[in-house]
């Protein structure tokens, strides 16, 4: 009964429009330009929660699929507002990438636009499956990236195997970075791997 009450509020919630989409800043500092945005769900209804307790509770209830997929539609509805060189930078777990749900829904748009954010606190049980689902996307232009590198499960051999564009350190590694020589350290070896 919990369970399909927390996905009967999880439905309520994607029909009265949640989650609304913020769009963060991604700059270029050397040029100083804005080169992307990366897109964070926010939802403003009753319970008020962040949104990793939306996502953990969609997952628990069996929707988090539909509710990643909202979500990610909610983002890309915004994508003729930005300039054409700027990208987005959208969330999604292992598992809906390997559901084959997200390749229709990014199909019809200019794939280097986007750059997939697969989260390293997602556990990944098959990488092989995970670089194949991954393939028909990257061949289009889809660019790759593992945000919050350092905080999650993955392992450096799952940052290798899926050959990313972009390693997205986690703020744990980044927090007083300027003062902290051990995170400076570790930030350059991981931006020189």
Same mark, same amino acid.
């Given at each position: 009964?919990? +369970?399909? !009450? ?12 949640? #989650?609304?989409?913020?769009?963060? *800043? ?20 009753? #319970?008020? +929660?962040? *949104? ?30 930005? #300039? ?9 777990? *292992? ?5 084959? !749900?997200?390749? *229709? ?30 393939? #028909?996307? !990257?061949? +289009? ?53």
């Amino acid at each position: 009964r919990r +369970r399909a !009450r927390a996905s009967e509020g999880i439905s309520a919630a994607m029909a009265a429009g949640a #989650p609304r989409i913020v769009y963060q *800043p991604i700059y270029e500092i050397d040029a100083q330009t804005l080169v992307g945005v990366e897109c964070l769900s926010r939802f403003d209804i009753e #319970p008020r +929660r962040p *949104p990793d307790k939306w996502f953990h509770e969609a997952r628990e209830a069996g929707v988090q699929l539909d509710l990643e997929l909202h979500a990610i539609r909610n983002a890309l509805a915004a994508i003729d507002a930005f #300039p054409r060189e700027v990208y987005l930078g959208i969330n999604s777990s *292992p598992e809906l990438i390997l559901s084959g !749900r997200l390749a *229709p829904l990014i199909a019809d748009l200019d794939s280097s636009r986007i750059v997939l954010e697969i989260t390293e606190h997602s556990t990944v049980t098959n990488d092989d499956a995970l670089i194949g689902a991954l393939q #028909p996307m !990257r061949e +289009r232009g889809v660019r790759i990236a593992v945000d919050d590198a350092g905080a999650g499960y993955a392992s450096m051999r799952h940052i290798l195997n899926l050959k990313c564009d972009i390693i997205k350190l986690d703020m744990s590694l980044t927090r007083d970075i300027d003062t902290d020589l051990g995170r400076r350290a570790l930030a350059r070896g991981l931006i020189s791997f």
